[in-house]
């Protein structure tokens, strides 16, 4: 479309993910894991595993926040993925449960727990004990709840947009990354804005290397 919005299908049948909580794999995956700082998963991770899978996932996730890892979840929600909005709600809600840092689009939140805007979505996720929320809302401000109170960032969008595949993705990575390298909320808010604006005047998800600005230079 003129506006940059794509329509995706999905074949996530044979995905090698859907393999990841076979019961000779799951312990191998958690010795794996249990040295990391930081696990980021979303929601269509869950969504194409079968429903051992996802407990088992589940189990993963309590087991590496004991061991003092940190759980970052972004629902992505995808409704062709799920059997119906109930069961995404439900499953989205549980790994809210085991996230310390939640960085979802307020139209996914809208769709599955009604929310009537970003603020109210933020009080909601915060109130489960999640200790920074980070609410995209596309070329809308970014709501944030890292504290007590909600803050809100304004969102420069480009002239030009050719693709937003990816942007959320990018938003997630400029965010976390900066989060990861020790910048305070709302520099890493900032990176996260400006890796998305960067993205979307690209086609496809992921842009020229030459044209990826360096972290630093994007929180400066």
């Not at 700082?37 to 051992?52: E, K, M, Q, T």
């Not at 992505?76 to 809210?96: H, Q, T």
């Not at 997630?172 to 390298?181: D, E, H, V």
């Amino acid at each position: 479309a003129q506006d940059g919005e794509r329509q995706f299908s999905y074949d996530r049948d044979k995905s090698a993910a859907r393999e990841l909580f076979r019961d000779d794999y799951a312990e191998s995956l958690s010795n794996f894991l249990k040295d990391i700082d930081l696990l980021y998963l979303s929601g269509i991770s869950v969504a194409i595993l079968p429903p051992h899978g996802r407990e088992s996932l589940l189990n993963l996730l309590q087991t590496l926040r004991r061991a003092g890892v940190i759980i970052v979840y972004d629902p992505n929600y995808r409704a062709v993925l799920w059997s119906s909005p109930g069961e995404a709600r439900d499953w989205s809600e549980r790994v809210y449960l085991e996230a310390d840092v939640a960085v979802p689009g307020f139209d996914d939140e809208k769709a599955l727990f009604d929310d009537a805007t970003p603020e109210q979505a933020c009080n909601r996720l915060a109130g489960l004990g999640i200790t920074e929320v980070v609410m995209k809302n596309g070329p809308s401000p970014c709501h944030v709840a890292a504290g007590q109170d909600i803050v809100c960032f304004a969102m420069k969008f480009p002239d030009r947009v050719v693709d937003t595949t990816a942007a959320g993705d990018s938003f997630n990575a400029g965010y976390i990354s900066s989060r990861l390298c020790g910048y305070d909320v709302a520099a890493s808010v900032r990176a996260g804005q400006l890796l998305a604006a960067r993205v979307i005047q690209y086609p496809g998800a992921i842009i020229p290397h030459d044209a990826t600005p360096p972290l630093y230079r994007i929180i400066k």
